[in-house]
């Protein structure tokens, strides 16, 4: 994490890069689960459509549910600008 923006952030939560099909969407789990602990705002572009069907934990499967579209702060890069 840049020093820039880490000197912004009050916490930083890193997750480890996993080498699998299995793991390969960890950090989505882990941005999900860190939201869901803090009930805050989150940033990803990913809509989490896959999660919202399969995420084990039932609290957190009806929270993401029910909060995304009010928490979630979507993204994209333009070229252009």
């Not at 480890?16 to 941005?31: F, I, K, V, W, Y």
Request: aromatic fraction near 10%; charged fraction near 35%.
């Amino acid at each position: 994490v840049p020093d820039d923006i880490s000197a912004m952030c009050e916490t930083i939560e890193l997750t480890p890069r996993l080498r699998g099909n299995h793991h390969r969407s960890a950090h989505d789990e882990m941005t999900i689960k860190c939201a869901y602990r803090r009930n805050c705002r989150f940033l990803d572009n990913d809509n989490y459509q896959d999660w919202r069907s399969s995420m084990r934990d039932d609290a957190i499967r009806k929270w993401l549910e029910k909060a995304q579209d009010d928490l979630q702060m979507r993204f994209y890069f333009d070229t252009g600008l």
